[in-house]
């Protein structure tokens, strides 16, 4: 199992940016995905999720309105389009399934965002 987040950059205030998390080693189209972000010195915060199909999405509150996430099963990718971006949403960004599935245990290098002027 491996997750390889990639996009992250450093970007102005109210800039936008789009993550992409390539998995491979399992059946992607039969889990759920998330988005996760940790940022220096605080706990992982988990920002978003994507059913199996794509059907449906939640976000936190943090994200709601400026945060979209998308996948595409062909490509065993998910995507995080993140617009109207703040000093607070610098982080490093990972992608992986619900917790207690078979993948939770595998997590990526993860991608940094920083957020700054």
């Known amino acids: 199992v491996q997750f390889v987040e990639s996009g992250g950059e450093l970007v102005q205030p109210g800039g936008s940016l789009r993550l992409s998390c390539a998995a491979s080693?399992?059946?992607?189209?039969?889990?759920?995905m998330n988005w996760y972000r940790q940022a220096p010195g605080k706990e992982r915060e988990w920002v978003g999720r994507i059913s199996r199909a794509g059907g449906a999405t939640e976000y936190a509150d943090s994200v709601k309105g400026r945060f979209t996430i998308s996948r595409d099963n062909a490509k065993n990718t998910v995507y995080l389009q993140m617009n109207s971006l703040k000093a607070e949403d610098t982080a490093v960004y990972y992608c992986?399934?619900?917790?207690?599935?078979?993948?939770?245990?595998?997590w990526g290098q993860g991608t940094q965002v920083t957020v700054s002027s």
């Open positions: 992986n399934s619900d917790p207690g599935t078979a993948v939770w245990k595998y």
């Open positions: 080693g399992f059946t992607f189209s039969n889990y759920d």
